[in-house]
């Protein structure tokens, strides 16, 4: 079992910078991938981001130059830096994580958190 507590969240304005974190706890010793995902209430979950257990990084087209995923192995934690942040941002960002390859499908990630609410003004 994998634990993920997100923070990082909140009300920004647009061209602002969020960073997101996502707290791994539990087994974590054996390699993990994250991901990123973002969902509005009653709209299916969308691809953000993933970086796998060795630090291959992947992007959503309309996030790359834009976020960046980083992960420190240390602490169990990976971030999610976002920046040049646009109103279509908004959303409840979820990170997720998997004990194998990093995956852009949801389905795929077995823990998940709670979610963090990012809201970019215009």
């Known amino acids: 079992q994998v634990q993920l507590v997100e923070s990082g969240g909140g009300l920004v304005q647009a061209g602002g910078s969020l960073r997101l974190s996502c707290a791994a706890s539990?087994?974590?010793?054996?390699?993990?991938?994250v991901g990123w995902f973002r969902q509005a209430p009653g709209k299916d979950g969308r691809f953000v981001s993933s970086?796998?257990?060795?630090?291959?990084?992947y992007y959503e087209d309309s996030v790359r130059f834009r976020f960046t995923i980083s992960r420190d192995n240390a602490m169990n934690t990976v971030y999610l830096q976002m920046n040049s942040l646009k109103p279509e941002d908004s959303d409840v960002y979820f990170c997720?994580?998997?004990?194998?390859?990093?995956?852009?499908?949801?389905?795929?990630?077995?823990?998940w958190g709670q979610g963090t609410q990012v809201t970019v003004s215009s």
């Open positions: 997720a994580a998997r004990h194998g390859d990093a995956s852009y499908y949801a389905s795929r990630y077995g823990y």
């Open positions: 970086i796998s257990g060795s630090g291959d990084t």
């Open positions: 539990g087994r974590t010793d054996s390699p993990y991938a």
